[in-house]
């Protein structure tokens, strides 16, 4: 059975020593924990490992862990698929949602956004593959989509995110971030500001992190998969 505090440090380490690699300052790649699936307890153990920013897909399965958390300072990013009916829970339970890919959903989440609240950081998620069975703009559409997003009063557009197909190979993986890269680069001309690269997990976070990523996404690295 893993242990999440052991394997915490050893992600954070694997971050670390690819920073040094590419000549990138350290600190400047976060980690996301992606405690989807997993409990708030589990979460708990991570987050007094100092751990602070953790994902999840699910709203009710998340609603709940934060309500059990609440006061820890837990900051909460939804990585997952975004129904219309689920984007009030989103916009007053979330501090960064990585998965918007149609306008309809960034106007339910800037209407919905408590004005008690800072506006919601977000991302756009595109499909840099292609694949039918994944979610995602289009890169030919994400600048659209981003100077729409721009507009939104409760939304403060931060960046990319992406999801590859799955790949041993290094150099097939740090080429899809490369696309990534370049697009963010692309859309920062006519909407500047953009300064997050939400990708690479826990197979691939080293060519993420070469590539330019901001932000890794890591779940079964430090939780292990579910019931294990």
Request: proline share 5%; charged share 25%; net charge positive.
């Amino acid at each position: 059975m893993k242990d999440p505090v052991q394997a915490l440090h050893a992600i954070q380490a694997r971050i670390t020593a690819a920073e040094r690699l590419n000549n990138r300052p350290s600190g400047s790649v976060n980690l996301l924990a992606v405690s989807k699936a997993h409990s708030a307890a589990d979460i708990r153990v991570v987050f007094g490992a100092g751990q602070r920013m953790f994902g999840e897909s699910y709203l009710q399965e998340a609603l709940t862990k934060i309500e059990v958390l609440a006061g820890q300072h837990v900051e909460w990013h939804f990585i997952g698929p975004i129904q219309s009916n689920k984007t009030r829970g989103i916009a007053e339970h979330f501090s960064w949602v990585h998965s918007v890919d149609r306008l309809k959903i960034a106007q339910r989440l800037s209407a919905q956004r408590p004005y008690r609240l800072p506006p919601i950081n977000i991302c756009i998620e595109v499909n840099i593959s292609g694949e039918a069975s994944k979610s995602g703009v289009p890169p030919a559409e994400a600048l659209a989509l981003a100077r729409e997003l721009s507009r939104l009063p409760r939304l403060r557009l931060r960046g990319l995110m992406t999801i590859p197909p799955a790949c041993n190979d290094y150099e097939k993986q740090r080429g899809n971030f490369r696309r990534l890269r370049e697009l963010r680069d692309t859309l920062n001309q006519a909407v500047p500001g953009l300064d997050t690269l939400s990708m690479g997990m826990t197979d691939d976070l080293e060519a993420a992190i070469a590539e330019g990523s901001t932000l890794v996404r890591v779940g079964s690295g430090i939780f292990g998969k579910r019931g294990t």
